[in-house]
């Protein structure tokens, strides 16, 4: 899944170093949730398949045929609208049909499948291929996996109450798992899975932990000691409480450094030592506290999410302090942040 931009991290060069690391055949399709990412998936030179997981508005049809892109369709409506567009385009164009198990924001209902199922063939027959059909978990990550267990029989009870494929058509592929779900769901063989989270480094409720992806870092811009009674930031909501020494780092919530960090004990690496952020984080700034760092200088670099020596902010770690999930937390990193990749360009 490299939707949104790959989790925020840049989809093209993601979805190249995908392409390079992963086995051959490994790769069945790229995810995106718009045409406009398909099309700039098709400009950055991916000639493989890209699926479009999100409902689509009817304006996009044509688009999406033009970039050979694969629809998710959740009604017969959009059946129709794709079937027409590969007429106004001259070929049978792919999909795969989405099954509404409980996430309630897409799919065919799962308990009306003989119904819709039929109505599906009907309308692709001789016009479009049905190529797959899934469905998508809403609490794969929960420690309770009842409810995901539930959605698996409600998918296994629509699949068998969809017409089989014509004869001579090849079987449709079968696929349901976000990261979590391929992590955690056992005793089900299906024949896709569609991971996004765990790839760029975000934990998906298993034990196995991901590898760290992503570091959010940031200079030191400027070192001074404050007399007791200083305030810093906005509403002036931190005093210091005795000389100490401030740093600002060239990072506010105008890159994504959200603002509910601060006040929830967020911090920053600095020479291996984790020091507070003081205050509330600025668009463009957020002041750190180097009280016991008198080493530190200008200059300087601070980790906000990743490793510096043996110290690690996690991205979960700030998720978890804002109150969002790590999902939000990358996409949410803004353009003005330069995404640098390793190994050629991060330092
Ligand atoms: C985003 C998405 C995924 C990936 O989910 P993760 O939790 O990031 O692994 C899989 N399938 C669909 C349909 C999605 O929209």
Redesign the pocket.
């Known amino acids: ?1 490299v ?1 949104a931009d790959a ?1 925020g991290l840049g989809m093209e060069r993601v979805a190249a170093a995908l392409a390079q690391a992963l086995p051959e055949g490994a790769l069945f399709a790229f ?1 995106v ?1 718009a045409v406009a990412e398909g099309e700039r998936l098709r400009a950055s030179g991916w000639t493989g398949r890209i699926l479009v ?2 409902p689509l508005p009817p304006s996009d049809y044509d688009r999406g045929a033009d970039a050979d892109l694969t629809l ?1 369709l959740s009604d017969i409506d959009a059946v129709e609208l794709w079937a027409e567009a590969g007429t106004r385009a001259g070929r049978q164009l792919g999909f795969h049909t989405e099954v509404d198990t409980g996430i309630g924001r897409a799919g065919f209902a799962w308990h009306q499948a003989a119904l819709w199922g039929a109505e599906v063939m009907r309308r692709a027959a001789g016009r479009l291929r049905w190529e797959g059909c ?1 469905t ?1 978990f809403h609490s794969a ?1 929960e420690p309770d996996l009842r409810p995901t267990e539930l959605q698996c029989e409600r998918f296994e009870q629509a699949l068998a109450a969809l017409p089989a494929e014509p004869a001579g058509e090849p079987r449709r592929l079968i696929h349901a798992a ?3 779900g391929a992590l955690r769901v056992r005793g089900r063989r299906w024949d896709l899975v ?5 790839l760029y480094g ?1 934990t ?1 409720g298993a034990e196995l932990q991901p590898e760290p992806v992503v570091s959010v870092r940031a200079q030191l811009v400027l070192v001074r000691e404050v007399p007791p009674g200083t305030t810093a930031g906005y509403g002036a909501t931190y005093v210091a409480g005795g000389l100490e020494r401030w740093g600002t780092l060239a990072i506010g919530y105008g890159d994504g450094l959200r603002r509910a960090l601060a006040p929830a004990g967020g911090s920053a690496l600095l020479l291996g030592r984790r020091v507070p952020l003081v205050g509330r984080i600025s668009m463009d700034v957020s002041v750190a506290d180097l009280t016991g760092l008198p080493e530190v200088e200008a200059g300087e670099v601070a980790t906000l999410i990743g490793n510096d020596a043996e110290e690690e902010i996690t991205l979960d770690e700030v998720a978890a302090r804002c109150g969002t999930i790590s ?1 939000e937390v990358l996409t949410g990193l803004t353009a003005r942040l330069p995404r640098l990749y390793s190994p050629a360009e991060a330092t």
């Open positions: 899944m939707k989790y995810g949730a997981f999100s998710c899934f998508h990550d976000n990261s979590a569609r991971p996004g989270i765990f975000g998906a999902y």
